[in-house]
């Protein structure tokens, strides 16, 4: 695992029922993977069940993009890292890294979240004791270089000429 990321995630196993007829993890549960190692980095910026239940508030998923990197299979265990890439006062941009536990790559993946005010819904301000670990979250994070998979376009790359 040589991503520099100061947060990974606790180790996942791939379960059978997320095996596809083609013997590997179905794309689906790819997201699953990284949306359960994302719930672990965000509840270091104050999100969560309690924070829904107790507060109100949530976070929606505007968009993500993964690029499927290596085959996943039954029983493989994994870890996710995420790095946040910048926020403002009511959205956070991030990236993910989804690693088998002998150390290699699966996926990565780029989000763009979105803080919610369950009432509406509609997207709301953090609470200032949540903007202050999403700030905190954001300085611990702003050394690390933007990973060159970032912001890319999806498309068929055809050569010039």
């Known amino acids: 695992m040589t991503t ?3 947060f990974m995630s606790s180790l996942q196993e791939v379960l059978p029922e ?4 083609n013997g590997h ?10 949306d359960r190692g994302a719930d672990e980095a965000f509840a270091q ?3 969560g069940p309690e924070y829904a239940a107790e507060r109100k508030m949530t976070t929606y998923s505007a968009e993500f993009h993964v690029r499927y990197l290596r085959e996943l ?6 870890r ?13 941009h991030f990236c993910q890294w989804l ?3 002998d150390g290699w790559l699966s996926a990565t993946g780029e989000g763009l979240g979105l803080h919610i005010d369950m009432s509406g819904p ?12 999403v700030a905190a979250l954001k300085e611990a994070h702003a050394g690390l270089p933007i990973p060159d998979f970032v912001g890319k376009p999806i498309g068929i790359r055809r050569k010039s000429g």
């Open 4 to 6: 520099a990321t100061p």
């Open 25 to 34: 993890l179905n794309m689906a549960y790819y997201n699953v993977l990284f």
């Open 99 to 101: 690693y088998h536990e």
């Open 18 to 21: 997320w095996i596809d007829y």
């Open 122 to 133: 509609r997207v709301a301000p953090y609470p200032q004791d949540v903007a202050d670990k």
């Open 45 to 47: 910026m104050g999100f």
């Open 73 to 78: 299979h039954e029983g493989d265990k994994v």
């Open 80 to 92: 996710v890292a995420f790095q946040l890439l910048d926020a403002d006062d009511k959205r956070f």
